[in-house]
Every structure is written in structure tokens, then in C-alpha cells.
């Protein structure tokens, strides 16, 4: 199968989203992957932090599956469908709401990430929300935040393969007089 696990998909857009930041891609100080096992506190209302998450979501070509067979023998078939990821970021901190802008329009249209989300079978849908600036009360605390999300298409291709039949073995009995005959055929 060519389906993306979620901590791949994560990996990838963490890395992209620090890319459109200006940071290096392997700096992730900034900018984690939601429900982390392990990783830094929260920090203090002053630093920017952006939190990535990547879930799949429900969509109707989900359901649709495209069949085709090759091959007499072996046969091999293959199921090429989409599944549909929902990437979201929330963003803190004093310049949370022009880095989610930043984000957004790199992810939306700038052709450098839609190619590198292609080359993982991924394609954004177009025309996604705008990010939206969501204060939030933490410990009596307002910190800056905003929101967005896009939904992203993937392209799945799944195949199986069936085994051939080598030979086929067959013995026939009769009553009273056991086995008459013993026929094998081999392809």
C-alpha cells in the first residue's frame, strides 16, 4: 500500500511548515506535531509556537475505489482511491497571526510546497478558510492565537497479488477397490 501513516504525514507538513516560517526544516522549537509523547512545555505568552496536527477526514471519495486487474498468472489488483487529511495549525504567541498567514499562503499558493506535498501523493483542495485570530485564555492569561486548516487529498494505491496454481493432484476411488486412478496436472 502507498497510504501514508500519520506520523509521516505529520513529519512531512512539520517540516514544510518550518520551511515556510524561514526556519530550517529540522528545527522544531517552534513548531511541533500535536500529541506528542515527549517534548518541551508549553512556553511563556511571548514566544511563537505553532502546533501541527494531520488526522484523516472523513470525504466522499473515500468511498469510491477503482479496480483494475493484470496479469493470467500470477494476477495482480490493484485499488487506487483517495483518502482525505484534514492539516491544522494553531498558532501562539505575539506574531501568531502573520505567521499563520505566512503558513497558509505558502501551503495554499506557492507551488514549492504543493509539488512537495505531490511527491508524497498529496494535493490540497483549493480555496481553503483564512486563518482566524482566536485569543485564548490560559491561567487568567490572554495569549494570541490563530487558526486554520486545510483539507488535503491523498492518493492511495493498494495491490494484491493472487498465486498461480502449480499442479493439481487427483485420485479417484471406486468401491471396494480402492484407489483406480491417481492424476496429477502441472500448469
Known sequence: STALTPSQVSTLVQGLTCAALGLSPTDFSQVRVDWQTQGQPFENVDKDICYVGCVLEDVEYNKVRDTSRSGVA???EAWVYTRGWRFSWSLYGPNST???????SAF???SYFSDQ????NLYPVSDPPEPTRTPENFNAQWWERADFHIIVYEQVIETITYGAVKS????VYADNLGLVADITQTK
Open 74 to 76: 500470477p494476477v495482480t
Open 98 to 104: 502573520d505567521r499563520a498567514r505566512m503558513i497558509h
Open 108 to 110: 495554499v499558493f506557492m
Open 117 to 120: 506535498l505531490a511527491q508524497s
Open 168 to 171: 493439481v493432484e487427483n485420485k
